[in-house]
């Protein structure tokens, strides 16, 4: 049986825009599930142009798209007769979570939630075309920390992994590159504490006056540990004032 206790008020636990568990029930979860080793599978779903969409049908009916979005997960829960713990956690994100038991029903769900997102849908008098990536995890088997985990749900807000199919995590998850997103504050702040940074300026000239016209300041830094070399974590910061230019 697939049963997580919360001893909260439900205001605390439930997202009163979506009816579905709310995103600090999702992380203390989570971190339930990896501290405890429980085994569970669940689908991520991540509308990556959340905000386009937001603009286009306007910002009082977002939350009725929400709970249309909603209602059609616990369709298709129902017809599979799946058992799952529901989650929003804002922005577009949604979370289905089920007993590792239960995989096949959870595909099987995610091939229909993921065949309806990707065709147009009908709100109103409008149409609207979501870019949502479905993500199938295995925890702990795929991810193997919280922190971890919770950078890679963050990954899947980029819209590069969206191809109209499941995406499985087993696929996307590489180690090497999650631990230096992990360690990046770290990385960071040994850059500045070791004189790692290096500022380099560029004049921006333009043939069609025949002057320079502006200046780009170009903040670098050395991280060995990731793999960067001069050229990568490359900023650029333009001036608009012409009186600084060269």
Known sequence: LFVWTNIQRSEETINAEKRFFNSYTYNWDMKKVFTNEKHVV????NITNHQTV?????????????????????NFELKYKLIAKNYYTNSGKFA???NHKDQQL?????????????????FGNTKVNLIANVCFIKTPENIPDYETFFVFAQELNNPKYYNGQILYAKELYKSDYYEKLRNID????????????????????????????DLGLGILFFAAAMGLGLGTG???YKSNKSENCI
Do not use: C
């Open 42 to 45: 669940q689908i991520l779903i």
């Open 54 to 74: 937001q603009n286009i049908i306007g910002h009082k009916n977002r939350i009725a798209f929400l709970n249309y979005l909603s209602d059609q997960i616990n």
């Open 96 to 98: 289905v979570v089920a």
């Open 106 to 122: 959870l595909l099987s769900f995610a091939e229909d939630i993921n065949d309806f997102l990707s065709k147009p849908l009908s």
């Open 186 to 213: 770290h990385i960071l702040l040994n850059a500045i504490t070791n004189n790692k940074f290096k500022v380099h300026y560029q004049p921006i000239y333009s043939i069609k006056e025949k002057r320079f016209k």
């Open 234 to 236: 490359y900023a650029k």
